[in-house]
């Protein structure tokens, strides 16, 4: 499992410096260079360059570069110029922290509402597990591309990613609601919980102290099925132009250019953030397989 | 037959409850069909109101609720504005083409994954083992919109395939035997695409399904006792692994007409994902309702017939032991 | 100091059944009437302080139930329940709470009982910090105090509850009753599933520390030797009533009901012999 977490961690932390990883700022455009293919590296007298141009490192605050008019396309360039590798890297903050923070949000409310329902019994539970029925009776991409859709389509940015985060995490409660409830129910049957309750604990101390404990194991292993189920979603949904919007990156608004195949045969290069999703998931697969095998021992 | 009808009514329930919220729904949202037209500042505000009510976008909530139900009933479950017809047929033409899509490729990749994930579960610890889990993580590690991507790049570069769309140009003109070949060359690619999305899926509850059915108690005992591979295999053991499968093939045929959405939109499949998109994005709410419905009732239906077929075939459900839909609270 | 009138408990609704008279009665299994589960019949027990009562009986005929009504965890049908001259029926919450305190129960399962997550420390004082007494390291000293008490290390106290073995751990829950310094100590079923032996030694840790706190037991378990080795009176109960309450040595010698009889032949049998 270490090796899917240091992928994971490594991943993550080039995405949130991308201010410092790489080399251009996402809208900055390059009109002279569209669709240009990768910069080949090469080395002279151990030196990387680019091109004629040798790499400055740690120049403008920021890792490596190249002076002008050189250009250092890692991944090339897209219709505008614009340097991939750069947009991937800022393109991940959207998508990466979309899934984790939607997550964040299925999993509070899953948690808050799994508790009440499981703790509480009686008509509350009732409501609540009929409602969940509700949401998945319905499939959950169309749901999720109905609210979004059903919402005003023009918005900035930041208003897009907190829309998607609140709209992606608002919708998949109920998996994790379920079992947490189920958690709950057994345990607050538990030995322990009883003897406590005969000392006269609350219902608070009770889920504060003995039940919630409980859950961790059950919010561990959601997490990791979920992140990167919620990250396909950001990705899908600023593909089909319901999510982030130029000139904001996402690899899902970044692989939209790639849909007139005719550009994508030419500069296969366009789908890059598409491959940048792939040792993501990897990540998060291994992570969740590691902790079902550790539980289930 | 009364667990069939009490899951019956309680499926009805659930379709009608998610038509009044949809509803509901999308009549709480800012803006309609005609929202973009009031921008534009050549139409005059009466006009647009005008249309409004020849619509019958301004009656009251529960007004509309009736003749939508009405409308429901008669088969058309109202009015595209986009297309100017009612939703109905424009839904039959695209349901069959998605069906046809989804319906290729579950059966695909279930005549694949059943064999696969039972060998595989059979072969645990070996370096095959090894391998084929890694080729499963790698597929579910590769989104569709990547999959679908590359293998139109394959189908260019090739020309073995069409790319893209569900028939040739000048297709009506060919005979029956013909145009039923143009279709299924320009079936293999979208098929591929989501068969191979839902392969990994399938063959790992397969072999999870198979192996805790190998390690019950009854199936340890069975090898002791020396009965043959073979017969363990298919007459225990299958049997006892099927509870998730079946609630997998449920769930699979639940899907049947959602699972294929963004394929269709890539690939231009003229399905219903397409339709549902280009409905969002012009607000035509009667398209919208109607694809969110019918998909429901398809989920819906998977998981009744799911639940039924459980029923049959699981005689602990039918005893209603706890914590079965059957039995005590769920 | 506990007096139980007519305590009746009736499971799924329903009248409770009008109390027929007398304890001889023809052995019935609990009956069902129309509505429901009738697992107290008018149910009538008295103990005076300082006394230990052995509560003996086959399962089902409603020992638990009866511990569970008088420590608030079922709401019996009807009847009432008297602690020390207070109706334990008619108490608001923040008195519950303090009458808590003077009555414990110790449950059968010592694994059970414990949460696995705590250490041993934290197990024995929780009552105390569930119910606010004392900051957190008076409650440690005292949980380790407790722990030497019932006979175990005190320096074991920072180990978890599934380090200790089982004996330990239903010493541990004993330790852990004791942090509130009850007047009435209740054990349903704690002495099943230990081992002779180690019954023997719980044995001789309730007598001492019974002797030394001054405290009233009321000892339920369908064990009779148990009961004649521990308790100053035993009640036999049958089918949701008591059959018959007498002093121990009494019971043994004259026994009255046929449910008496039959268990005191079925222990014997076993090669138990009373003393």
Known sequence: MKPAL????????????????????????HREFPYAPPTPIHFRDWRPYAGEYPLRFFAKGRLFGVDEPGVVFLFGSDGFGRDVFSRVLYGGQVSLFTGLAACAVSLAFGLGLGTLAGFWGGWVDQVLMRGGELFLALPWLYLLLAV????????EPVEAFLLMVAIIGTVGWVRPARLIRGVVLSGRERGFVLAARGFGASGAYLIRRHILPMTFGVILTQATVLIPQYILAEVTLSFLGLGVAEPAPSWGNMLAEARQYHVLVSHPWLLAPGLATVPVLLGYLRIADCVLESTAK | MKYAARRAVHALFLLFGISVLSFLFSAAVPGDYFSDLQLDSRVSPDTIAGLRTLYGLDRPLPARYGAWLASAARGEFGYSLTYHGPVGPLLGQRIKATLLLTGVATLLAWLVAVPVGIWNATHRGTWRDSALRLVLALMLSIPDLLLAFGLLVLAVETGWFPVGGMRSVGAEEMGAGAQVWDVARHLVLPVAVLAMGMLPVLIRHIRAGMSEAMEAPFAVSARAQGIPRRRLLYRHLLPAALNPLISLFGFSLGTLLSASLLIEVVMGWPGLGPLFLEAILARDFGVVLGVILISATFLVMGNLAADLMLYWADPRIRAGGPGTAAGGQG | MLRIRELTKVYGGGKAPRRTDSPPQARQPAPQNASGLTALRGVNLELARGRTLGLVGPSGSGKSTLARCVTWFEEPTSGEIWFEDRDLRRLDARARRRMRAEIQIIFQEPAASLNPRF??????AEPLAIQGRGSRREQMERAAGLMELVGLARDAAG?????????????????????LEPKLLILDESFTG?????????CGLLRDLRQRLGLTLLLITHDLALAAAMADEIAVMEAGAIVEHAATAELLARPRHERTRALIEATMALGWKPA
Do not use: C
Request: glycine content about 8%; aromatic content about 8%; proline content about 3%.
């Open chain 1, 6 to 29: 240091g992928v994971l961690v490594l991943v993550h932390v080039a995405v949130l410096g991308a201010g410092f990883f790489a080399p251009y700022d996402y809208a900055e455009q």
């Open chain 3, 159 to 179: 180990r978890r509850s599934h380090e200790f073995s089982g004996g330990q751990r239903q010493r541990l829950a004993i330790a852990r009753a004791l942090a």
């Open chain 1, 148 to 155: 979004r859709g059903f919402l005003p389509l023009h918005i």
């Open chain 3, 194 to 202: 230990l081992d002779v032996r180690l019954q023997e030694q719980i």
């Open chain 3, 119 to 124: 250490t041993a420390a934290e197990a024995v």
